[in-house]
Structures are given as structure tokens and as C-alpha cells.
């Protein structure tokens, strides 16, 4: 050192300059270690040297060559890693009621059949047979209809005659009563008049029969009457004889 104009020259013991370098080492090492330390991460543990003051755009191009090295794998892709099995995209369901976590089947899946019934534990309009397949009961046919029974035919019956004196002695009016009992109308017939010729004394002479259609249609369980004014020859009947109308008969269908 200058000390007042004079060079001095300082001159170290050999035991001072062993303490010297062993402080050396020691800084050394331990800027080793914190450098260490510092790039201990995933990165590879780099120590950064040269210049750290300067400023301004650093090419980072490579210098040699290039290797490139595939990733483990892209984070919620399409591929599925080795030793697991993907699961099925939502909506590709098998058909079968497959369980949820919880327990139970996944909503808007068919319930499984019974094991003991082979029935579906759904609500099912028919029976199901066990292998998949159900069976529609048919429904039972409708009742056949009892015969109906025919109507009865007409029945007609009659009362006798009741008579009444005509205007002329050769005529006389002839009232009948009918009844049809039957379960049909009767729809035609007639009715015969037998008619006496009477004496002066009460000598029955003669007997003459005349023909009137029946008041049809007399229908079933009707009741009617009806008069008839019955005439015979004038020339049959004598001054001093009349005429009496005693008995009838009816034919009808």
C-alpha cells in the first residue's frame, strides 16, 4: 500500500493465507448449494450464469440439435389410459336397467322382470313370458244376444149375434163383438150371417147365409164391435113373415 509516498508491500504468513483459501472454498460451496436449491423444481435445477444486467430481446434459439420428446398423455382428451375402461357416451344406453351409484336403476331405464314371476315390476297390460316377450290377453267376446221368440199368431174369437129390426121386414141389423187375443193383428176375413125366414105362426121356412167382410185390422189384444144392416130377397120374405138372424160363423188370417 501508499502510505505518505511509499510503496509498502504486505506480506501474508503462510497460516493466514490457508484461512484465506478455506474461506474461498466455503463461499463457493455454499453458492453451489443455494443455486441447487434455487432450480430444485421440475426444470432440471439450473443455475443461471453470466451477465444479469443486460437488457433488451435474448435469442433463445437452439444451438444444436433438437430432440422431441412425447407428453404423458393430453389432459381430458379422447384416449382413454392404459389398465381403465371408458365409460359409454350419455345417450348409448344398452337398454338395460343398469344401477346408479346410489343403488338404483338410471331414470327413464325399463325395470328388469321378477325372477320369480317373469313379470315386469312396470305397469304392463299383459303377461310377460320370460324371455322378453309379453302377452296381450284377448278381451272375452261379447255376449250373444237370446234368441227372440216369435209373436203368437192372431186369435180371434167373437160373441153372438144381437139383432135389430131393419126397415123393411126383409132386412134386419146385426151387431157382433171380437176380440183378437193373439200376438198378432188379424188382417182379413169374413164373417157369415145363417138367416131365418119366420111365419105368421112362428114356422121356420127357410134359411138363407150371407157374407160381410170383418173391421179389419183388429190388432193384437184389441177389442171391437160392429153392425151390419143384412138383407135378403124381398120376394123370400111374405107379407106377414119377417126375417131373424139366429147364428154366424168367421173365417180370418
Known sequence: MLRHGTLRTTTWSPGRRRALAGASAAVVCLGAALGACAGSGSGGGYVAVGDTGRSGPVDASPTGSVTMVPL????????????????????????????????????????????????ST?????????????????APPAPTPAPTTPPAPAALSWGGPVTAAGDQRWCQKVTVDFRNSGGTAVRSGSVTFGTHVIGALGIDWSTVRTSE???????????????????????????????????????WK
Open 213 to 251: 167382410a170383418l173391421p179389419v185390422p183388429i190388432g193384437a189384444g184389441a177389442r171391437t164391435d160392429h153392425t151390419w144392416t143384412v138383407c135378403l130377397d124381398a120376394w123370400r120374405v111374405p107379407l106377414g113373415m119377417h126375417v131373424e138372424t139366429r147364428d154366424l160363423s168367421v173365417q
Open 72 to 119: 404423458d398423455g393430453p389432459k381430458g382428451g379422447g384416449t382413454t389410459p392404459p389398465g381403465t375402461t371408458g365409460s359409454p357416451p350419455p345417450g348409448t344406453g344398452t337398454g338395460r336397467g343398469t344401477a346408479r351409484a346410489g343403488g338404483g336403476p338410471v331414470p327413464g331405464t325399463p325395470d328388469p322382470p321378477s325372477p320369480t314371476t317373469g313379470r
Open 122 to 138: 312396470g305397469a304392463s297390460t299383459g303377461t310377460g313370458t320370460g324371455d322378453g316377450r309379453t302377452t296381450h290377453t284377448p
